[in-house]
């Protein structure tokens, strides 16, 4: 009886192992994309941060990046929260990792977790490629999201059609 125990358990133990391996397989997944929409010229960053003082306070930028406003949860937070004060080239995770720009979507997805889900699963954004075998490229949010103004403004509806200009006689 005992063996027959012990063995079930050692059963159990083997199965949940197995299936521990398949999910942590699942969630390191990685997803193939183009390279990050950089301007040019500005990448890596470090080319002029790394020789910089670091200025943690929250200002208008003056000598450089004068384009980029930030119009996203500004009140809350600013540019170092997303970009690591020590290593500009790399993004930070709240809980400290470091990323790569290739891998941003895994910034946004700590807070738009749907919306990251969605994109997983190619409903939300855009996936190229085959559905069976092959690599599927996925865009990444900042492809189409600016990463610091991500709101899409609104498109201006074009004016009603103007009747047809009949000239008719009402007299
Ligand atoms: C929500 C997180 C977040 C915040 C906050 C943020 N950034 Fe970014 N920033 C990003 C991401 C993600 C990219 C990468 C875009 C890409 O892959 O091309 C980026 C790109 C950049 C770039 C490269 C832009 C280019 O032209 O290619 C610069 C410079 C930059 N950020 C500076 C700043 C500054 C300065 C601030 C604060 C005023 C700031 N960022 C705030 C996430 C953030
Ligand atoms: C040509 C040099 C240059 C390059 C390249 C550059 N920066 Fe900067 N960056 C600056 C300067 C100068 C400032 C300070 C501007 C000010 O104080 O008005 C600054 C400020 C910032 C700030 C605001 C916080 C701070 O430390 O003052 C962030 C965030 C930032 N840069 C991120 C980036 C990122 C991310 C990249 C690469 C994608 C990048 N920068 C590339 C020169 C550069
Ligand atoms: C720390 C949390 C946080 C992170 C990280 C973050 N966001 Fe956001 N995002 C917000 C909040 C809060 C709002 C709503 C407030 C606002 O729009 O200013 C928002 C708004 C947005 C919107 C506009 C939603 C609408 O209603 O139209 C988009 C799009 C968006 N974020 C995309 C991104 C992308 C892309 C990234 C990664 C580069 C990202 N976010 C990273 C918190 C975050
Ligand atoms: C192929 C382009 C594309 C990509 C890639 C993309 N989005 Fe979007 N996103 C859109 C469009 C288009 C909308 C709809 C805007 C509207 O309805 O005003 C949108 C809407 C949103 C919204 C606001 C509406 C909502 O459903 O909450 C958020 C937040 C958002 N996207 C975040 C993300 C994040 C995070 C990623 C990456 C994981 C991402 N997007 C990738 C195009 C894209």
């Not at 960053?45 to 943690?56: E, G, I, Q, T, Y």
């Not at 929250?58 to 690591?84: F, G, M, P, S």
């Not at 996925?138 to 609104?154: E, M, T």
């Amino acid at each position: 009886m005992r063996i027959l125990i012990n063995g079930l358990i050692l059963f159990f133990i083997l199965i949940l192992t197995y299936l521990t391996s398949v999910f942590s397989k699942e969630l390191i997944e990685e997803f193939p994309v183009p390279p990050p929409p950089f301007s040019e010229g500005i990448y890596p960053c470090s080319n002029c941060h790394a020789s910089m003082d670091l200025n943690p306070k929250k200002r208008v930028l003056k000598d450089e990046h004068t384009n980029i406003q930030l119009h996203h949860a500004e009140t809350l937070r600013w540019c170092l929260d997303c970009h690591y004060s020590k290593n500009r080239d790399k993004l930070r995770l709240y809980n400290g990792e470091l990323i790569d720009f290739g891998r941003s979507y895994l910034l946004c997805g700590e807070c738009h977790g749907n919306v990251f889900r969605d994109w997983k699963a190619g409903i939300h954004g855009k996936r190229q490629g085959y559905f069976i075998g092959g690599k599927r490229t996925y865009l990444l949010c900042v492809h189409c999201h600016d990463a610091h103004s991500p709101k899409f403004k609104g498109i201006k509806p074009e004016p009603p059609p103007l009747p047809p200009k009949v000239k008719r006689d009402v007299r």
